[in-house]
């Protein structure tokens, strides 16, 4: 008597190996999104928080209560761990009741790097 041959339960090694190689590449790819993820979130902090200390740089040109003289100045403002510098540029408009007042926040590691831009208008006060 003879008996039918038996399928053999199971994977090959080549089924194994393929499958090893199709995993490998998802987890590569999704590594990579991750981290430009950290990236993005990173700047995305960066931005807000130079966009709060711009704000807050225009908030102290209306609170001084005083019509702002034409010139540049440059403070530090920090925020939480990041060290930032604003750049308050007041600048004449045609009307001379008025200023135009300029906010520019960099990086204070890097000063080629605008983290915020404001822009503002301030009227004499009566």
């Given amino acids: 008597m003879t008996s039918a041959p038996r399928s053999a339960a199971g994977f090959t090694l080549i089924e194994v190996l393929i499958?090893?190689?199709v995993v490998s590449l998802v987890l590569?790819?999704?590594?990579?999104?991750?981290?430009?993820?950290?990236?993005?979130?990173?700047?995305?902090r960066r931005a807000t928080l130079?966009?709060?200390?711009?704000?807050?740089?225009?908030a102290d040109v209306r609170l001084a209560r005083v019509f702002p003289?034409?010139?540049?100045a440059e403070t530090p403002?920090?925020?939480?761990?990041?060290g930032m510098v604003c750049v308050v540029d007041v600048r004449a408009t045609p009307n001379p009741a008025m200023?135009?007042?300029?906010?520019?926040?960099?990086?204070?590691?890097?000063r080629k790097r605008q983290l915020a831009h404001?822009?503002?208008?301030?009227a004499a006060l009566p």
């Fill in 50 to 58: 130079a966009g709060w200390s711009a704000e807050n740089a225009l």
């Fill in 69 to 72: 003289a034409i010139g540049l």
């Fill in 99 to 110: 200023r135009r007042v300029d906010v520019r926040v960099f990086d204070a590691d890097d």
């Fill in 19 to 21: 499958a090893l190689v």
């Fill in 118 to 122: 404001r822009v503002a208008f301030q």
């Fill in 28 to 44: 590569a790819a999704s590594m990579r999104a991750g981290g430009t993820m950290i990236v993005t979130q990173d700047s995305l």
């Fill in 77 to 82: 403002c920090p925020q939480f761990d990041i």
